[in-house]
């Protein structure tokens, strides 16, 4: 089992729906999750931050299950600028700083 | 401010040279990282650094050297180039002092391809 999983997607989204997908992790004793955005060939950003329950920053709204191990990225009133991989990233526990990328999911905003 | 700077942005390797990927930072982080990315797949670690003087092995570390001399400069020494090292290579840094967000600063990138 990868130790980040991602649906790879796409997404086919259209412009002004929600989308949500998730991301599962194996270690059970991690504590600190992100959401990256990569634009095609680019590097990836931070989107957001999730270290409790969850964290809303405006349309996006990330959320935390401990118990089924997983995080979630939901993204209202999509735009087309949404259109990019999002990229499930968990820090190892006890490493001296060290993180663990899922593959991405694909989202793709269609007019 | 230019943040995390990578060069080359592109290179094209014969089997069996050697190059520097460089990489620099000017936000006088702590923490730098070497990450590698194939096609359809996450970012795979391959040497980090908790500063300068201190580096340790990522999750693929094989046919890669790194160097930690000063808090900018973080190099990447691939010797014998191999066809399996074809990939994007990113380089970031972050914060310690950062505990609120961990946020990790990425370069542009660069665009290896080894015939």
């Known amino acids: 089992r990868k130790e980040v999983e991602q649906d790879p997607g796409p997404f086919n989204v259209p412009e002004g729906a929600t989308v949500a997908f998730n991301c599962t992790y194996s270690?059970?004793?991690?504590?600190?999750f992100f959401w990256y955005r990569q634009d095609c060939r680019k590097e990836p950003k931070l989107l957001m931050s999730v270290y409790s329950s969850g964290n809303e920053d405006g349309r996006f709204t990330a959320q935390l299950n401990r118990a089924s191990q997983y995080i979630s990225l939901l993204i209202r009133d999509s735009k087309l600028s949404d259109s990019a991989t999002y990229l499930c990233?968990?820090?190892?526990?006890?490493?001296?700083?060290?993180?663990?990328f899922g593959a991405g999911t694909q989202v793709v905003v269609t007019p | 401010n230019a943040g995390v700077t990578q060069t080359p942005k592109f290179r094209i390797l014969k089997i069996g040279q050697s190059m520097t990927l460089q990489c620099t930072q000017d936000m006088n982080h702590n923490y730098m990282y070497w990450y590698r990315q194939d096609p359809g797949m996450g970012l795979k670690l391959i040497y980090y650094?908790?500063?300068?003087?201190?580096?340790d092995k990522g999750e693929v570390p094989n046919g890669y050297n790194v160097s930690r001399s000063t808090t900018e400069d973080f190099p990447l020494r691939l010797e014998l180039a191999a066809p399996s090292q074809t990939s994007v290579y990113f380089c970031?840094?972050?914060?310690?002092?950062?505990?609120?967000?961990?946020?990790?600063?990425f370069g542009p990138g660069t665009r290896l391809t080894v015939l």
């Open positions: 970031a840094s972050r914060s310690l002092a950062d505990t609120s967000t961990d946020t990790q600063y």
């Open positions: 270690n059970s004793a991690s504590q600190s």
């Open positions: 990233v968990v820090r190892i526990p006890d490493s001296w700083g060290k993180f663990q």
């Open positions: 650094s908790v500063g300068a003087g201190i580096t």
